[in-house]
Nanobody
Framework: QVQLVESGGGLVQPGGSLRLSCTVS????????VGWFRQAPGKEREGVLCNRYSDGSTYAAESAKGRFTVSRDNAKNTVSLQMNNLKPEDTGVYYC??????????????????????????WGGGSLVTVSS
């Protein structure tokens, strides 16, 4: 059974940084896209940043470009989201997600996962990030 566990959320002031981590157990990430989604209060869940494990191709939402980056620790099966220059509008529950890919996925699969055009197979429980002074 695949499980995703997030860690690292909390309260941060505007302009500050946070690092979220997602540890995956019960499955290999070699043929997957791991993504981070955000759900702000009263809004739909949206894809923030998605990364294809095999080739590193990444999709970042406009709101994340230049501020958020993804990194991996293959030995620990962990994917991390580094968020810098945080803004109040970044507030929300952040979910780690994993989509396991079929045969010959399209080259833009990371984009499709984040834009919810390709189904996520597993979700983490979420981690609350609050950006406020």
């Amino acid at each position: 059974q695949v499980q995703l566990v997030e860690s690292g959320g909390g309260l941060v002031q505007p302009g500050g940084s946070l690092r979220l981590s997602c540890t995956v157990s019960g499955g290999t990430l070699d043929y997957s896209v791991v993504g981070w989604f955000r759900q702000a209060p009263g809004k739909e869940r949206e894809g923030v940043l998605c990364n294809r494990y095999s080739d590193g191709s990444t999709y970042a939402a406009e709101s994340a470009k230049g501020r958020f980056t993804v990194s991996r620790d293959n030995a620990k099966n962990t994917v991390s989201l580094q968020m810098n220059n945080l803004k109040p509008e970044d507030t929300g529950v952040y979910y780690c997600a994993a989509a396991f890919l079929g045969w010959a996925p399209p080259s833009d699969i990371a984009t499709r996962v984040c834009q919810k055009k390709y189904a996520v197979d597993y979700w983490g429980g979420g981690s609350l990030v609050t950006v406020s002074s």
